[in-house]
């Protein structure tokens, strides 16, 4: 079974919308700020990633991680 879970985010320097990929199933949640270590279960997988819009194609990462339950980050 192959896992193709895709999210959607925005160019945080145009706002283009695209879908990026997950890398795999224990990194489901995306941001493209450093997430805050009490919302992080695990590590932090770093993808950089390039803006496909053709008037900006700017830099990026984009940060994968699995999710602490609300109730854990007390």
């Given at each position: 079974m192959v896992f193709d879970e895709k999210?959607?985010?925005?160019?945080?320097n145009c706002h283009w919308?695209?879908?990026a990929k997950a890398p795999d199933k224990s990194h489901?949640?995306?941001t493209l700020e450093v997430p805050?270590?009490?919302k992080v279960a695990g590590d932090v997988i770093k993808?950089?990633?390039f803006c496909r819009n053709p008037e900006c194609?700017?830099?990026f990462i984009i940060y994968w991680f699995d999710s602490t339950?609300?109730?854990d980050r007390l």
């Open positions: 999210i959607i985010l925005e160019c945080p919308i695209f879908e489901w949640s995306a805050q270590e009490n993808q950089n990633h194609q700017k830099n339950i609300y109730m």
